[in-house]
Nanobody, 121 residues
Framework: QVRFVESGGGLVQPGGSLRLSCAASGFTLRSYTIGWFRQAPGKEREGVSCISSDHSTSYADSVRGRFTISRDKAKNTVYLQMNSLKPEDTALYYC???????????????WGQGTQVTVSS
C-alpha cells in the first residue's frame, strides 16, 4: 500500500525558512515524479514544485528562487526547502506521486495527509 508521510511544517516568521519532508513507504519514489502542492483555506489546491525521476525540477512562479525541491533515493524521501517565506505561503502542504512531469494536481494519484505551514509575525 502506497503511503506518504509529510513532516516539517510549523509556524515561522516572515523571512524564515522551513524544510518539508515527504517520506514514502510501500513503493519506490525513484520511478515517479513527486510533486509538492498546497491548499489555503477557501482556495484550490495548487502546484508548488515537482521533481522527475531524472531530477528535472519545476516551480510555480510564486516560489521560484525561494523554494528548492530535492530527492534522496537512498532515504526514499523528497524534500522542499522553503526560504524567504511570506504570509501568502501559509497553507496545508501535500506531496503526491504521479507519472507526468507537471504541476497540475489533477494527474497525481497518491497523496499524503499534509503538513501545515503558517507564516506569521
Amino acid at each position: 500500500q502506497v503511503r506518504f508521510v509529510e513532516s516539517g511544517g510549523g509556524l515561522v516568521q516572515p523571512g524564515g525558512s522551513l524544510r518539508l519532508s515527504c517520506a514514502a513507504s510501500g513503493f519506490t519514489l525513484r520511478s515517479y515524479t513527486i510533486g509538492w502542492f498546497r491548499q489555503a483555506p477557501g482556495k484550490e489546491r495548487e502546484g508548488v514544485s515537482c521533481i522527475s525521476s531524472d531530477h528535472s525540477t519545476s516551480y510555480a512562479d510564486s516560489v521560484r528562487g525561494r523554494f528548492t525541491i530535492s530527492r534522496d533515493k537512498a532515504k526514499n524521501t523528497v524534500y522542499l526547502q522553503m526560504n524567504s517565506l511570506k504570509p501568502e505561503d501559509t497553507a496545508l502542504y501535500y506531496c503526491a506521486a504521479g507519472r507526468m512531469f507537471t504541476l497540475s494536481p489533477n494527474v497525481y494519484d497518491d497523496w499524503g495527509q499534509g503538513t501545515q505551514v503558517t507564516v506569521s509575525s
